[in-house]
């Protein structure tokens, strides 16, 4: 698989201690774009990247002497996201919220990623976009995730051909184009 | 990533990144998050040393009481001690991070009603004065509330909405509201019958300057939830705080009526409703029903 230009982490490379800041501001975007792929709505993936970075800077001096922060930052990311997920699950069941924000719609009416994403559980999903968008491991998912790598490899295998069903053979659209 | 991959699988992967790339790419830049984030981050340092604190304290408590309880002699005798916290955390240097500009992304709310119009739709020069004056109210009142009404935000539906959102994902709608007066003569007292405010509370007190300040604490949005606000007439302006509960958690506003009228007291808080008076970014009382 080509490289994705999405910058790259070097495993396995010792790293000098970075000041929080200096960290946060490099890769907020990054974690953005992947709290966007997990959640699918601009405002809530800003908010996950916020509580992110936010734990990150309570724990800091542990998460900045890990050797791969980056893996830190992004297991912080998926916890956060699947954490929020089973209290919104949680909140569903236990009241009936017809003000609560609805589901994202996308402006295109048409097949998006997103809403394909969109019909995966929350941790089906997190495994597709920690495995082919941070192109991480299966073992790596699997010890994100604390699950089997053989859970992981079905369950990414399923998804994917979820994610082809939805968004069709010949065109896989994204947002809006 | 496609090590050992069916091919079927491997083709799919390559488009669903394909479709990834481009989604993401289409997202709009996102404002500096690590101000906020420095503030969340602090808090929550803040919560989980208290949280550590009071654990401590409750063990040595229980231990105090057990060997109190316990009969002398014997295995009675021995000290129960509290266990050591192997929480790896709290003894950070509270200071390491310079304190950098805060932004607080707006709560986007959409208008509900042919009367609601929301800020979005200002001409620029007035709009962005209101985002400005919300972020500006934004990280005052965070600094001036307590913890527990989490983080304060502004409402891009309205200049005088804002919302506290706490970790555990409690949401208080907060209100600061300055508007033109319309010739009224501020706020009524406390009412005399003890039965008026129908188990909340009022008080009064006189603010830096001399301005009288009532508080109330009452039943809001149900039986069991209050809300907490303060009014007062400042220059032309009839002026009002309000925290209300989250209706949801059926939790009430966690702010007393001490601690309100302290927040506007503060001589930060009357500058802003100084220049809020000066600048009116709201309609007068007349015009607008509900407050």
């Known amino acids: ?177 | 990533m496609g090590d050992n991959m069916p091919e079927d699988d491997q083709r799919n992967a390559l488009l669903v990144r394909d479709a990834m790339e481009r989604t993401v790419a289409e997202l709009p830049p996102v404002h500096d998050l690590v101000p906020t984030a420095v503030t969340q981050g602090r808090r929550r340092r803040a919560r989980a040393r208290l949280a550590i604190a009071a654990g401590i304290v409750c063990v040595a408590g229980a231990a105090v009481v057990g060997a109190v309880g316990l009969p002398a002699g014997g295995d009675g005798g021995t000290t129960v001690r509290p266990a050591a916290s192997g929480t790896p955390e709290p003894s950070e240097s509270p200071t390491p991070v310079q304190e950098p500009e805060a932004y607080r992304t707006p709560v986007h709310i959409e208008p509900t009603s042919d009367e609601e119009t929301a800020m979005a739709d200002l001409p620029p020069a007035e709009r962005k004065q209101r985002e400005d004056f919300q972020q500006r109210v934004a990280v005052l009142l965070d600094e001036l509330l307590p913890d527990a009404v989490g983080l304060i935000r502004p409402v891009d539906l309205e200049v005088r909405r804002y919302q506290g959102e706490t970790d555990d994902g409690k949401v208080f709608p907060v209100i600061f509201s300055v508007r033109p007066s319309g010739g009224g003569s501020g706020p009524k007292p406390c009412p005399d019958e003890p039965g008026a405010l129908k188990g909340g509370s009022c008080e009064r007190t006189t603010l830096p300057g001399g301005i009288e300040a009532i508080s109330y604490r009452m039943l809001s949005d149900s039986p069991e939830t209050t809300a907490t606000m303060v009014y007062f007439s400042y220059g032309n302006s009839d002026v009002a705080l309000t925290v209300t509960p989250d209706t949801n958690a059926t939790t009430s506003a966690p702010v007393t009526s001490e601690e309100l009228l302290a927040v506007v007291g503060d001589s930060r808080f009357l500058d802003l409703v100084r220049y809020a008076d000066k600048n009116p970014m709201q309609e007068s009382q007349i015009s607008i029903a509900g407050d």
């Open chain 1, 1 to 177: 698989m080509p490289e994705n230009g999405r910058g790259s982490e070097a495993p396995g490379r010792s790293r000098a201690p970075e000041s929080f800041e200096t960290f946060a501001r490099a890769r907020q975007r990054r974690l953005y774009r992947t709290a966007y792929l997990l959640c699918g709505d601009p405002e809530t993936a800003r908010d996950l990247t916020q509580t992110t970075l936010a734990k990150l800077f309570q724990h800091w001096r542990r998460a900045s002497a890990a050797d791969h922060i980056e893996a830190y930052a992004r297991t912080v990311l998926t916890r956060t996201y699947l954490a929020e997920r089973r209290r919104r699950l949680r909140d569903l069941l236990a009241h009936s919220r017809p003000g609560s924000r609805p589901a994202p719609e996308h402006a295109d009416r048409r097949v998006t990623l997103l809403s394909a994403l969109a019909v995966l559980p929350p941790r089906a999903r997190a495994m597709v976009v920690l495995r082919y968008w941070e192109d991480q491991s299966v073992e790596s998912v699997a010890e994100l995730l604390n699950c089997s790598e053989s859970t992981v490899k079905s369950q990414c295998s399923r998804s994917l051909a979820k994610l082809r069903a939805q968004l069709g053979e010949a065109h896989i659209y994204t947002t809006e184009s």
